[in-house]
């Protein structure tokens, strides 16, 4: 399975973007029980793939990133948001009706 951020079919024939733990490759349902953690990088303009990782099954407690920056999954995802121009409270706002619209049909 393909595991990090990943589309996956669904059986009403939607593609629904999931988050997989890429350590263990359980499903994270649960935004507050998740970690993004990366290599520090050393010079401004480097970046990086980050890990997504489940506190669930203790994933991101794993000696291999022990040296690893953290940050919650929740701020990542509103950091990212925030990068790709979804700045103001309506743009959330927006964004969730549209979800929940698409949910009815
Ligand atoms: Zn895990």
Redesign the pocket.
């Known amino acids: 399975m393909t595991r990090g951020i990943v589309l996956q079919g669904q059986e009403n024939g939607d593609t629904a973007p999931l988050i997989v ?1 890429e ?2 490759g ?1 499903r994270i349902q649960d935004v507050q029980l998740a970690w993004v953690m990366w290599r520090n990088l050393q010079q401004p303009d480097q970046s990086t793939k980050p890990a997504i ?2 506190k ?2 203790h ?1 991101n407690a794993k000696p291999e990133y022990a040296d690893f920056a953290s940050m919650e999954l929740r701020d990542f995802l509103i950091d990212l948001c925030r990068n790709v121009g979804m700045r103001q409270e309506k743009d959330f706002h927006e964004a969730l009706e549209m979800a929940h619209l698409a949910d009815q049909l």
């Open positions: 733990c350590s263990c359980e990782l489940c669930k099954n994933c």
